[in-house]
């Protein structure tokens, strides 16, 4: 508003037009603007899980998009994964044959981050390292114009970290959606003390335009769902190892108890030991409280890559997917 105000002032102090006609043209110059800034294209880094599920919801969502995989290889799995998706949705009558065309259409893989130049937004979902997440915000920070907004979706790691290797951390937010992104509602959108509030709205209403319900956090370890969900599943896995209940009992009480859509060792295999094990390991050693911290069986099926259903076998064994049967520790 204020940079209107100025516009508008100096108007006023240019000769010759009539102070009537400035809210009219400082209008139009706001509807200029606005045009210009209005987001149209979505680059997406990262075309595993989450990335191709971003990039999926941003296509349906109406924006051109593009998403990069470091391999062609790669974005191909990603692509056909997407294809598999909106083939389920047009036979189930949610979108038509012509709708799918219109959404692969708008939607592009690449294996060249360059290609990701001509962004308004970039989000990134990209393995769960700092270090990897930092060398690649840098080098988007010297591919996109100055206007591009970053955003990263991360679940764990601080956002300020992250955006402290660019030159934008105003332009910088987190958004944070949930697996499977095209079903689950929610998306975290991250503020951190730096992002300026105009940016932090138009993420918002960003994520609003993407179908989902955006909720606001604050830029602390976890935002608000894994700082909830974390030390509940980590306390299911401590229940069974205190022999509290046995894996099924443990699942079907919050299922039929509490009415979840999955109990929580289940949860735990869908969303990857390995992921949960990271993230609790970087929530305790934030917070240095014990509700954070990794049981030792956590620990343990990480080692021996009992990562859960992508690994074949976590809490339960998933040989014949449909039949899922729990391990006998
Ligand atoms: N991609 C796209 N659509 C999918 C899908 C996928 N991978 N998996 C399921 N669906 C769709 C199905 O097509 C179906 O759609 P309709 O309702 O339109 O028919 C719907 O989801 C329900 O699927 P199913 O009937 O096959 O199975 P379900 O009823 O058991 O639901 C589920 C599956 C949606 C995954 C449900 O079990 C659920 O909500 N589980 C909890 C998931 C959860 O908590 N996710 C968050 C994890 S935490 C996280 O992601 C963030 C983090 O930082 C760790």
Redesign the pocket.
Same mark, same amino acid.
């Given at each position: 508003m204020l940079k209107w105000r100025t516009a508008e002032l100096c108007l006023y102090k240019r000769r010759g037009i009539e102070r009537d006609a400035f809210p009219k043209l400082v209008e139009l110059l706001k509807t200029f603007h606005e045009g210009r800034m209005a987001i149209q294209k979505v680059g997406v880094v990262g075309c595993g899980l989450m990335g191709s599920?971003i990039a999926q919801v941003a296509a349906h969502a109406g924006f051109t998009t593009i998403v990069r995989e470091v391999s062609p290889e790669v974005v191909d799995k990603g692509l056909k994964g997407i294809d598999k998706?909106l083939a389920?949705?047009v036979e189930?009558g949610?979108i038509t044959e012509g709708q799918k065309a219109e959404i692969r259409g708008r939607l592009k893989g690449t294996t060249a981050v360059e290609d990701l130049k001509d962004c308004d937004v970039v989000i990134e979902a990209i393995i769960e390292q700092l270090p990897a997440k930092r060398e690649l915000f840098a080098k988007l920070d010297a591919i996109c114009p100055a206007s591009t907004i970053f955003a990263s979706n991360t679940?764990s790691l601080t956002i300020t970290e992250i955006a402290a290797v660019t030159k934008r951390p105003e332009r910088f937010v987190g958004l944070?959606f949930? *697996?499977?992104v095209?079903?689950?509602k929610l998306v975290e959108v991250v503020r951190t003390i730096a992002t300026d509030s105009d940016v932090y709205e138009e993420m918002v209403a960003f994520g609003a335009k993407l179908g989902k319900t955006p909720v606001r956090a604050h830029d602390s370890t976890g935002f608000i769902? *894994?700082r909830l969900?974390v030390p509940y599943l980590l306390d299911a896995i401590r229940a069974l190892e205190e022999g509290v209940g046995s894996i099924e009992d443990i699942d079907n009480s919050m299922k039929l108890g509490c009415g979840h859509?999955?109990g929580p060792l289940t949860?735990l295999d869908?969303?990857g030991l390995d992921?949960?094990y990271y993230?609790a390991n970087i929530m305790f050693d934030e917070f240095r409280e014990r509700r954070f911290a990794s049981p030792p069986l956590l620990k343990r099926m990480v080692l021996a890559g009992w990562n859960g259903r992508k690994a074949g076998r976590g809490f339960y064994d998933y040989s014949d997917p449909q039949k899922p049967k729990a391990m006998n520790f």
């Open positions: 599920g998706n389920r949705i189930k949610t679940s944070h949930f *697996n499977p095209p079903v689950m769902v *894994n969900l859509p999955m949860l869908f969303v992921t949960t993230i």
